[in-house]
């Protein structure tokens, strides 16, 4: 499909930021040097290109810590937020195996976390999968109960990407911290808006993605705490030493930083951009629900990223109106992770009937998304839901008032 538009924005609308966002373009002009002059290895000591080279990431590593409240010294430059989920979780199993090997997460993780959690699973490690509420909350009690005298590591998700709930960091992490167990947030979604402050928040380790913060993609932070307790992790590949021996590998420069200039710029916008992005998903809920019925949204109400609306239309394949809103970019909200059209795992957690998990769209919206765009998508997707709903009989029938709960299906 191309990219083009008689409309005044680009088409198709974009409201699939939880899968990706749009490199800031102040985050783009401060990288191009880093590509075009000042194009040297951050570890060369003997010239000019490597000293600019260096003082940038210096920089850039200023950046990230600011937006987080934690020391330069406790940021480690990845390749991304997979491989700083995959560094915190095998990092620390493999360092604290003999203290123990328990670990607790939740049913609700992203795959970068929930798969290294699983392989360590296989090889003899136990693991505690947390259930959630019906709004896709963990609760904080029982985080506490499934800590044992052998947990070497909590790892929980912060902003949910199927749903958007936040879970409560905050409390979780005072938890952890007064049964002395290491706390890993996976933040990679969520600090465009949200303020995170390591210490306040009780974390060790913590994950940042730079694509899902108007970054560029390939680079990523893993948050390390240095003192109190002082987290140690084995690397995931060996080299040439750098980042304090737990990612060796030449220095992303230009990567690096872009990821400080969008850290900059989330620090210096997020509380606006909180308010306008609520504001936006807010109007686009209200439209849709005011305008259909039998329509439910997924994830907290409130405790959620407030650009993402997971919502499921009743009587509707989520896959058939996709392809009737062919104008606007979404994602399905059950993200399907086969072509067994098996619903995800997040959803079943919430225990989404299996009616209604078919039946949804996952809008995320972002920081370069228009009212007139919000309002677009809006209009395209009713008009698509309304055709759709008048070619189901099952609407049709309970628009007659039959409750379908009570018809004994012939199934032959
Ligand atoms: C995108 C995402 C990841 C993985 O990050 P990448 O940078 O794409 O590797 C991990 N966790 C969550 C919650 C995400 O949304």
Known sequence: MSIASELPFQTPVYLDNSSTTRTDPRVLDEMIPYFSVQYGNAHSRSHAYGWGAEKAVDQARERVAALIGCRDSEIIFTSGGTESCNL?????????????????????????????IRALEREGFT???????????VEPSAVEAAIQDDTILVSVIFGNNEVGTLMPAREIGA????????????ACLGLDTEHIDVDDFGIDLMSMSGHKMYGP??????????RRPRVRLRAQMLGGGQERGFRHGTLNVPGIVGLGKAAELCMEERA???????????????????ELD????????????????NISFNFIEGESLMMGMSKVAVASGSACTSA???PSHVMRALGVGEDLVHTSIRFSLGRFTTEAEADF?????????????????????????????TIEWKHD
């Not at 693991?127 to 909350?137: F, K, Q």
């Open 272 to 290: 606006d951009e909180k308010v306008r992005l609520t504001a936006l998903a807010t109007r686009m809920k209200d439209k849709f629900f005011a």
């Open 377 to 405: 998508a809006v209009e395209q997707c009713l008009v698509a839901a309304r055709k759709l709903r008048e070619m189901s009989p099952l609407y049709e029938m309970v628009k007659e008032g039959i409750d379908l709960s």
């Open 340 to 342: 067994t059209l098996e």
């Open 88 to 116: 915190a979780i095998f990092g620390v199993a493999r360092m604290y195996e003999e203290k123990g090997k328990h670990i607790v997460t939740t049913a609700v993780e992203h795959r970068a976390c929930m798969d290294p």
């Open 175 to 186: 938890i952890c911290k007064a049964r002395d167990v290491i706390f890993h947030l996976d």
């Open 217 to 226: 993609p390939g680079i990523g932070a893993l948050y390390v705490r240095r």
């Open 294 to 309: 039998h329509l439910y949204l997924n994830g907290h109400e409130s405790k959620r990223l407030p650009g993402l609306l």
């Open 127 to 137: 693991v505690t999968y947390l259930p959630v509420d019906t709004d896709g909350l």
